[in-house]
């Protein structure tokens, strides 16, 4: 099936295998960091609707583009795009879109992995009881303090990615696989709890009408391309994580089913992250809008006042730490798959390598939060700008270009052949949206925010 290709780095040992791993590229801060400070920054229900459709008419059919064109090229997105490309009669240009998805995992992995670092630094702080009993509004305090000390947010930064550049170099099918089967589960029975604690103690039915009443006459182009972005985001597509997830995918496992469950995972973790955070966002008083310290601030209050929350909350921040990795992992993976492949290094070499690059240029956003929040640019510090460009251009023009890939130059005989769905209703589906409705309704949301629509 798939012209006999074989990955020179191995193979997930099941489809179930790599149903976790992409589910653990995809569930992690943005779902239960991003997804809430966004929808509180873009005023509620009418973002969540719009991020749910773009889930449905983009994510779905890009995902399963992505992971079928890993699966035929079998090597780090830039060869398989390379090949694929060669394969068809295609200029060797459609490389670049795996170099500019490499670009973006750096520029993803040096913002991503200052997070990172942040929930690192609140399990110790959770553990050792800085929230308990503290008022609530005091919690944004304790926020404000790690990110303005530059010396303790470096110090976490570098714990992140260095786990991080760990167990990439170790190979993904490495100790991560089992671990993997574990902590999600925990991690989605804790956010249940979460929302149990949030139906006692919030404001429950406000945040639902907020989360789920919309009113779309307040909508404008920037919130439907935050939207957008953050559905690539979430569900890591657009510059080859989950491609090269797919070349390291058996034969026989089915496409779309695999796609339908990650999505359906990811999407699951986001909303219940919102029902547990907003309730108590009001209950609080704290700031909807506040951006990207909400989470941050506003669960540790909670955990503050809930019996036995040193320990919930610790819990909480471990999973959310190994989220939080499982996603910066899939990352790197693209980048060290190809220095592997075309430079001939050792994994742990390549790892390394690509660690210490990723390291070095997080050192702009760490200290743009802190020593230089006096610099901005279009309003934003560099932070908020590389998150802001990666999720909201880099992102969405990649799932783009994936998509014509996918439904205009690849033949339709090896896309019938990768999503083994025959040629009925579904395949036919799929290839209406990929070829016409995904790369139309990306490039309106692009154009418009822009102004040239
Ligand atoms: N999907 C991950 C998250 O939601 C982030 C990510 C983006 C991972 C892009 C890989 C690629 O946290």
Redesign the pocket.
Known sequence: MTQGRRSIHGQWSSRWAFVMAAAG???????IW?FPYLTGENGGAAFVLVYLAAVAVVGLPVMMAEVMLGRRGRQSPINTMRALAAEEGHSPLWQYLGWMGMLA?FL?LSF?AIVGGWTVAYVVRTAGGVFNGMAPKATGDVFDGLVGDPERLLAWFTVFMLMTTAVVSRGVRGGLEQANKVMMPALFLILVVLVGYAMGNGKFTDALAYLFTPDFSRLTAASVLAAMGQAF?????G?G?IMAYGSYLSEHASIPRTTLQVAGMDTLVALLAGVAIFPLVFAYGFEPQQGPGLVFKVLPAAFGQMPGGRLVGTLFFVLLTFA?WT?SI??LEPIVAWLVENRGHSRIRAAALAGTLAWALGLGPLLSLNAWSGYTLFGKNLFDLVEYVTANVM?PLGGLLIAIFAGWWLSRTASVEELGLGDGLAYRTWRVLIRYVTPVAVLIVLLNVTGLL
Request: aromatic share 8%; net charge positive.
């Open positions: 590229s995809a569930i992690g801060l943005g779902n991003r995992g993803i991503y985001f979430s569900l890591s597509l510059m994580a939080a996603s899939s990352l992102l």
